[in-house]
């Protein structure tokens, strides 16, 4: 799956965001959708479906958006670079179990699915400490003194 199988679409002209709104209409239906064909019809499962959904949603906000397959088993560096860091710096959190991996040889191999899981816990723990010190009650310097504040 090389780099060549990225493909991206541009946002459609104004005149075409009706079709769009239609299209997730369809989609988010409760209905089952299906692709109908000349040989017949076939039923499209929930996971390309949950694609189509948020590329027409994007779409529909003028976003553009690109289809990019990617391994289900990683090295470290795709793994790295998925998560937006580097590579010594996913071997620490291998190493410190947070994220599993497997070494069929010399190399580490990391499955995408704990890659994202791992994005996934990340983002709602980092959530709970804004939460945290959002709610914190930080005492201002200024009222235990007369406002002014020693520097030395």
Do not use: C, W
């Amino acid at each position: 799956m090389g780099a060549g199988m990225n493909h991206t679409v541009l946002p459609p002209a104004t005149d075409d965001r009706d079709l769009l709104a239609a299209l997730k209409a369809v989609l988010t239906g409760h209905e089952q959708v299906s692709i109908s064909t000349p040989e017949g019809s076939v039923p499209l499962p929930d996971s390309v479906l949950g694609l189509l959904v948020d590329a027409v949603t994007a779409l529909d906000q003028g976003q553009a958006v690109t289809v990019e397959p990617h391994r289900t088993v990683l090295t470290t560096q795709e793994a790295a670079e998925l998560l937006g860091i580097t590579r010594p710096t996913l071997v620490r959190l291998l190493e410190a179990g947070k994220i599993p991996y497997t070494s069929p040889g010399r190399h580490r191999r990391v499955e995408l699915a704990d890659v994202l899981e791992y994005l996934q816990r990340e983002r709602v723990r980092r959530g709970q400490v804004f939460d945290e010190m959002a709610h914190e009650e930080t005492p201002d310097p200024g009222d235990a003194t007369d406002g002014f504040v020693s520097t030395r």
